[in-house]
């Protein structure tokens, strides 16, 4: 059955005062003033609010008109004409929910964006990490992109970053477009559990009833259409349904590093409940888990009620809240434990999402390899000159206005930066760390 409520709070709140008429949530008179509210939140919410492309406006303008127009015949199409009343079709009730979802200033988004990026050195440093570099070339770096994609879903100024303290002259100048009090500083790194919990305590204070999108800042979405739907159909979950949930993709190889979901028989309409999750596998059980049809990739991307995930911290991390409910003072004092271990893996009401909107996670040079276009002998090159003789699935990452001349490369990583230049084997992310934590504890900061 179809929910209409949302189209009738939708025309209350638009006409109310106008005609002082209740709506029913199946039927609305097409009243002269009625008409008018509609095509005044036409103009000023679907373009202005959601900055709809002409197409897709006039699109929209199309059916209004032949909603609207009760001698058209192809009225049939979207309602049916009932003496007065005109009986809302599925296709139109499913827009206006879709639009009500999108404006709804109860979602927030928060964008982590705190990270080193250690797996990404030496082209990721300590004072440029990888979420403020432009890795594709489209004059959009990795955390622009990111809040690009979600003020399409939610209000702007519901969106918050959780950044290091060291970072906010960086995302004040890459994000100019957010006021000071959305970019909350850490005072010192903690994984994405303390983060988390801090920014849900902070949203909290300003809506008791939000609903929250917490989302990594170095995601590949291909298909940002598909994406968009599915975050949406998403917070209608968790608005009514005190579930904690994360989306799964579909996968399409034996991945071995990314984590793994796998699901239960138990599901809530489209949703299943998590039967558990794994840890990055070996490449065997990588392909056991892609042929079972029963395992999708955990891509870091959440969604819940405000109140469900605090509950969740309060039942299961208990400390945590202690620390944090009433600021960041004791921020420092927070165990260093990621959401997945501290949360997920415990809580009893965690449910999936399968999805497919083209997803990569730009952990690794391995991942940025997989997504990046190649050349015939399916090498990749970023930013500077390079010249390959003989040389085959390589990443050539050189600074702009620098050549780079290989020989007789098979599988390696070339990174140079100013005053680094790395040449290893780009899958072995293990040796990658070494180098680094060699390098720091060797030569200091200066190189990290």
């Not at 095509?39 to 919410?45: H, R």
């Not at 809530?268 to 039967?275: E, M, N, P, S, T």
């Not at 007789?408 to 140079?416: C, H, I, K, Q, T």
Request: glycine share 6%; net charge neutral.
């Amino acid at each position: 059955m179809i929910d209409f409520s949302i189209l009738s709070f939708y025309l209350r709140t638009q006409t109310r005062g106008r005609t002082g008429m209740e709506v029913n949530p199946l039927v609305f008179e097409t009243s002269a003033s009625t008409d008018s509210a509609i095509w005044a939140s036409l103009e000023t919410l679907f373009v202005s609010r959601l900055r709809l492309q002409r197409y897709d406006f006039f699109s929209y303008l199309q059916t209004f008109r032949r909603f609207f127009s009760k001698k058209d015949k192809s009225t049939i199409i979207y309602g049916r004409l009932n003496k007065k009343n005109i009986k809302i079709s599925l296709i139109l009730a499913q827009t206006l929910k879709r639009f009500n979802i999108m404006t709804n200033s109860n979602n927030y988004c928060v964008i982590m964006g705190g990270g080193i990026g250690s797996r990404f050195w030496p082209y990721s440093r300590k004072n440029l990490p990888k979420q403020f570099l432009d890795f594709f070339g489209t004059g959009r770096s990795l955390i622009q992109q990111t809040l690009d994609r979600y003020k399409k879903i939610v209000p702007l100024e519901n969106i918050f970053i959780t950044t290091n303290l060291l970072y906010k002259e960086l995302v004040q100048e890459q994000l100019p477009e957010l006021k000071e009090e959305q970019i909350l500083l850490e005072p010192t790194r903690r994984s994405t559990a303390p983060c988390i919990a801090w920014a849900s305590y902070h949203i909290k204070k300003i809506n008791p009833n939000a609903n929250v999108i917490v989302a990594p800042s170095d995601h590949l979405i291909l298909k940002e259409e598909e994406f968009k739907e599915a975050i949406i159909k998403g917070l209608e979950f968790v608005s009514h349904s005190p579930q904690l949930l994360t989306l799964g993709i579909k996968p399409n190889r034996p991945e071995t590093g990314y984590g793994y979901i796998q699901i239960d028989e138990e599901k809530q309409g489209d949703f299943f409940k998590v039967k558990t999750f794994i840890e990055k596998p070996q490449l065997e059980f990588a392909k056991v888990f892609v042929e079972s049809g029963e395992f999708y990739w955990n891509s870091g991307i959440f969604l819940w009620n405000i109140n469900t995930i605090i509950n969740a911290f309060n039942e299961i991390m208990p400390e945590v809240c202690s620390k944090l409910s009433e600021g960041e003072e004791d921020f420092a004092s927070c165990p260093n434990i990621s959401i997945d271990y501290g949360i997920m893996e415990k809580a009893n009401n965690v449910f999936v999402q399968l999805c497919d909107f083209g997803w990569a996670d730009l952990g690794t040079w391995s991942s940025l390899y997989d997504v990046s276009p190649k050349d015939v002998n399916e090498n990749v090159a970023i930013n500077g000159n390079s010249l390959l003789y003989n040389c085959k699935q390589n990443v050539v990452v050189v600074p702009e206005g620098k050549l780079a001349v290989l020989q007789d490369l098979e599988g390696y990583l070339v990174a140079a930066t100013d005053n680094v230049l790395l040449v290893c084997k780009k899958d072995d992310e293990s040796a990658i760390r070494k180098f680094v934590n060699d390098v720091q504890i060797k030569l200091g900061d200066k190189f990290v």
